[in-house]
C-alpha cells in the first residue's frame, strides 16, 4: 500500500484523538455525566478566547471536539514528518524517542499541576495521563504497522548497528 506524509499524520491523528474521545467518553459514563470532560475542557477553551457568552453544552462540546482533533491531527503530522524522516537518517529515531519521553514526563507534570485547576474541574492527572498514553500508543502502533521498515530503522538507531 501506497502511502504518504500527510494521510499517515491525518490518520494518525484522527485514531488517537478518536481514542482519547472514548476514554473520557468512558470516564464520563463511569461517573454518569456525558461530556462532562469535553463539555468542560470547551468551556476553558471558550473562556481563553473572550467572555463568557449564552453558549450551551452543545457549543462547547462541538468547540473543544473540533480543536481536539486539529491538535491530534497536528500531532500525528509531526509524526508522520519523523516516520518520512527516519527513511533517509534512522539516527531522528533515537532523538525523537527522547523528545517524546521530556514531552510526556511535561505532560505528566503539567496535567498534575493543573489538576486544581477551574478550567479542567473534577478531571484528574492521572485519566488526562491515561488518555495521552493511549493515544501515544494507537498512534505508534499505526505507524510501525503501517512501516514496517520502522523496526530496522530504530535497531539501526539506538543500537548503532547496520540497518536489516
Avoid: C
Wanted: glycine residues 12%; charged residues 10%.
Amino acid at each position: 500500500m501506497r502511502h504518504s506524509l500527510v494521510r499517515d499524520g491525518v490518520v494518525a491523528g484522527v485514531i488517537g484523538a478518536t481514542a482519547v474521545a472514548l476514554w473520557f467518553l468512558g470516564v464520563d459514563m463511569l461517573y454518569a455525566h456525558a461530556f462532562a470532560t469535553p463539555a468542560a475542557l470547551g468551556r476553558g477553551l471558550l473562556r481563553l478566547l473572550g467572555p463568557p457568552g449564552m453558549e450551551g453544552t452543545v457549543t462547547f462540546v462541538v468547540a473543544y471536539t473540533i480543536f481536539h482533533f486539529l491538535a491530534f491531527i497536528a500531532a500525528g503530522l509531526l509524526v508522520s514528518v519523523i516516520v518520512y524522516w527516519a527513511q533517509s537518517a534512522p539516527t531522528v529515531l533515537a532523538g525523537a524517542m527522547m523528545l517524546f519521553v521530556v514531552f510526556e514526563i511535561g505532560f505528566y507534570g503539567m496535567s498534575s499541576a493543573l489538576q486544581e485547576s477551574p478550567f479542567l474541574g473534577a478531571l484528574g492527572w492521572a485519566q488526562v495521563a491515561t488518555g495521552n498514553l493511549i493515544a501515544a500508543l494507537v498512534m505508534g502502533t499505526y505507524m510501525w504497522r503501517s512501516h514496517p521498515e520502522l523496526k530496522g530503522e530504530l535497531n539501526y538507531a539506538l543500537g548503532g548497528g547496520e540497518m536489516q
